[in-house]
């Protein structure tokens, strides 16, 4: 029970937003529960904690709801869609039943057939009616009867509750005017058995449509399910065999064949190939993989053999992290998002309100036959009223919007985030690796006079093969590149963002930045000028001493990727301020940024004090994003009102930003941007169409047009409009499965396996 964990729940029986905050309010008053959300538009749940799945279970159903828990998310996905199947085949076929008697009663009336009950053969057929319509409620409407009936015991009200009174209230009052005619006014002896089957018949058909389309929003997560392999090629005995993908070990030897997905995560053992990654990661080209480089479970092996160890299985996969973070994103919810559930949670009562109201205000001011008009009134008003397009507004789009993103290799971890990404105005960037390849190589090396060049590199490398600074892989790389043995480093000091020390040889070395030298009074006059000159070329100078004396400048030198300047070029035009923030000399740092186009620089910056500089941008009024590699970066990340974290394919487990970008290309960040507008916007225009049909729905329906214009608004109709107002907010979200991003960057041709 201590344990904090995540349990993912398949929830029946949700029929409108009202729904959600009774299961939410559920799950949450469970033990141990930290966070409870729930998904109206998957019919999915999710609580965090250390909660009993058997508590959450009966809390569900005690609220008068179907659940279980899911344990696997394809066999779960695949569950969904043959229910989702089956619901809709019985939904239509209850549409068929009503609709069919409905439309003949309808098409009777408009041709000036009687809706009245004037004698006892009248009596007598209305009274056959009546009970076919009878069977009608029974049989395609008592779902909603039912759940009505259920969320009476509880205390509560829901979609069910207005459908059935009003379905409900046109058939017993048509009865009533069968059984007891001469209690009612001649003008009042109506009947609405035609309404009642007219309104069952077309929200069964709404329902159904909704379902049809709601299937369409889970494409990226059947897309991404759909990438893993089903059986992997196993190694064992110098035999290969095919086994199912679940018997897969860590430190399995496996084979992937051309045109063969890779079936887990792994490291290259042997054989060279191109990988399209694509799939996971959005990059268009292949990746050259050949020994010791990395693959990632569900990308596709396009040209040769490679056996590779697996190092990843299961639910440790970069492909099940994927599929998992965007599950969860799903079912988060942005602030626009809660206050849709918010006002859902008492929309219905306050309907039931308006239509007591209604009622009161036709049998009492109202013209003859009061009883007829306070019921068509009523009716309306309940049938209209029914809030599933304002509890759609929001999931549909954000499950479409947060899958959409997966589709281009941007992971996004919070509604929140996806909400507030559209509303940056400032774009924070870390150089290394954000900007740059975060791959640096030692380009130059200045030399104190009398001082060996070889031997400078050769300390240079023994003291840095104990750091973990990018540039000490540099100097590393290097020395091991010149074939140079590396001796034992005793003593070793780093202090994060100067430099580092140790003894080697019975030499006392320092290699850092001119902070590190000043602080331990070490004269570098000799070395400034040169240090400024490389600084002006995007060079890193790195100042080395021996035994208290300036011996040594190293120049190590990051390579700008390919695509930086077109993507920050990309977020000038969207007016968003770009600012690179680095531990970087001025100097360096003014050289790159004059490169990608960046005309604002916070430079030599420690890596504990890059939070300070999100926060003094916040206190301007700046919402601001920061892009950076989610280690050295991870408190800024965590302060920025949004954090990117550059990932790769294999790598998206980043626990300190709000979006992880898998390709690791700053044109990840503006696609975020966009997938965010363009789901917010969706949004909106889904709560507007929303609370407009409400807004206007309501008080049509209760009659506020029949003193204007002496209109009343006919059931029938209230019926469709609903119906049909939640199917188009679904085919609204689906829109979004459209969006592509602006940029058209030409990328350069894959290198081929084997070149440098």
């Known amino acids: 029970m201590s344990e904090n964990k995540r349990i993912r729940l398949a929830v029946t029986g949700a029929k409108c937003a009202g729904c959600v905050s009774k299961i939410e309010t559920a799950l949450q008053s469970v033990e141990g529960v930290t966070s409870a959300t729930m998904n109206f538009a998957e019919r999915t749940a999710e609580a965090m904690g250390s909660m009993s799945p058997s508590m959450l279970i009966q809390s569900i159903e005690n609220a008068g709801f179907g659940v279980s828990i899911i344990e696997d998310e394809e066999k779960a ?10 619901h809709y085949k019985k939904l239509m076929g209850n549409m068929a039943f009503a609709l069919t008697v ?64 009003g379905t409900g209230a046109a058939w017993g009052y048509s009865m009533y005017v069968i059984l007891l005619p001469e209690t009612l006014p001649q003008e009042a002896r109506h009947i609405y058995f035609e309404a009642a089957a007219m309104i069952i018949g077309l929200v069964n058909l709404g329902m159904a449509l909704e379902v049809r389309a709601r299937g369409k929003t889970s494409q990226a997560i059947k897309r991404l399910l759909g990438l893993q392999a089903k059986t992997a090629r196993i190694i064992r005995d110098n035999q290969e065999q095919d086994i199912p ?36 990661t959005g990059e268009p080209l292949p990746v050259a993989k ?39 994103a799903q079912n988060t919810k942005p602030a626009i998002g809660r206050l849709a559930d918010t006002i859902s949670a008492i929309f219905v009562p306050s309907v039931m309100i308006i239509a007591v109201v209604a009622a009161l205000a036709w049998f009492n001011l109202g013209p003859d036959p009061k009883i007829a008009y306070m019921l068509v009134a009523t009716m309306s008003v309940l049938i209209i009223a029914c809030p599933c397009a304002l509890g759609l507004a929001t999931p549909m789009a954000v499950m479409v919007g947060v899958g959409k993103a997966a589709q281009f290799g941007v992971l996004i ?14 774009i924070v960037l870390d150089k290394t690796g954000t900007i740059t390849q975060g791959k640096p190589r030692l380009v130059k090396q200045f ?10 590199l050769r300390l240079a490398a023994s003291i840095e093969q104990v750091s973990e600074h990018p540039l000490a892989a540099a100097i590393i790389h290097e020395a091991k590149s010149n074939h140079l043995a590396l001796s034992a480093c005793l003593d070793f000091y780093a202090e994060s963002g100067q430099g580092i020390s140790g003894r080697i040889e019975d030499q006392t070395i320092l290699l850092g930045n001119q902070r590190w030298m000043e602080t331990h009074h070490i004269d570098v006059t000799n070395l400034l000028e040169t240090a400024f000159d490389w600084s002006t070329q995007a060079i890193t100078p790195l100042f080395m001493a021996i035994d208290g004396q300036a011996a040594s400048l190293l120049g190590v030198s990051d390579p700008i990727k390919v695509d930086s300047k077109d993507a920050i070029k990309r977020l000038n035009a969207k007016g968003l301020r770009v600012i690179m923030l680095t531990g970087d000399k001025e100097s360096t740092a003014q050289a790159i940024a004059q490169q990608v186009g ?25 919402v601001v994003g920061m892009v950076g590699d989610g280690i050295n970066d991870a408190p800024a990340l965590a302060l920025a009102n949004v954090g990117f974290a550059i990932g790769t394919g294999t790598d998206v487990a980043i626990e300190s930003a709000d979006i992880t970008l898998m390709r690791g290309s700053l044109h990840s960040v503006v696609d975020a941007i966009e997938i965010s507008n363009a789901t917010v916007r969706n949004i909106k225009q889904n709560l507007f169409g929303a609370f407009i049909y409400n807004g206007l729905g309501i008080p049509i329906a209760a009659g506020l047009l ?10 029938m109709i209230a019926g469709a409009a609903m119906s049909f107002s939640s199917f188009t907010v679904v085919s609204n979200a689906n829109r979004l499965r459209l969006f592509k991003p602006t940029h058209t960057t030409k990328y350069p041709a894959p290198k081929t396996v084997g070149d440098a």
């Open 447 to 456: 030399m104190v006079d009398g001082i060996d060049k070889t031997q400078i």
């Open 598 to 622: 960046i005309n604002n620089v916070i430079a030599d910056v420690l890596p504990t004090d890059k939070g300070d500089a999100i926060r003094n941008l916040q206190q301007q009024g700046s």
């Open 413 to 426: 971890r919070k509604g929140e985030a996806l909400q507030n990404a559209g509303k940056l105005d400032i």
């Open 290 to 328: 050949v020994s010791g480089d990395e693959v990632a479970a569900g990308t596709l092996n396009n040209t040769g053999s490679l056996i590779f160890e697996a190092t990843r299985v299961g639910h440790q996969t970069a492909l099940a992290q994927i599929i998992s973070q965007v599950k969860k």
């Open 706 to 715: 029949y003193p204007l214009i002496g209109i009343l608004l006919n059931p």
């Open 102 to 165: 409905g439309v003949l009663l309808m098409t009777f009336g408009l041709l000036d057939g009687s809706m009245t009950v004037e004698s006892t053969s009248e009596r007598i057929v209305w009274f056959l009616v009546g009970l076919v319509t009878l069977g009608i409620l029974y049989q395609s409407g008592g779902h909603f009867f039912t759940g009505a009936w259920q969320s009476f015991k509880n205390h509560s009200a829901n979609m069910d509750t207005l459908i059935a009174l």
């Open 77 to 86: 996905q695949q569950e969904r869609e043959a229910l989702d199947q089956i």
């Open 245 to 280: 993908i679940a018997s897969v070990q860590l430190g399995d030897k496996l084979r992937v064949r051309p045109g063969e997905k890779v079936p887990v995560d792994g490291r290259v053992i042997e054989g060279q190939s191109l990988i399209d990654e694509s799939m996971l």
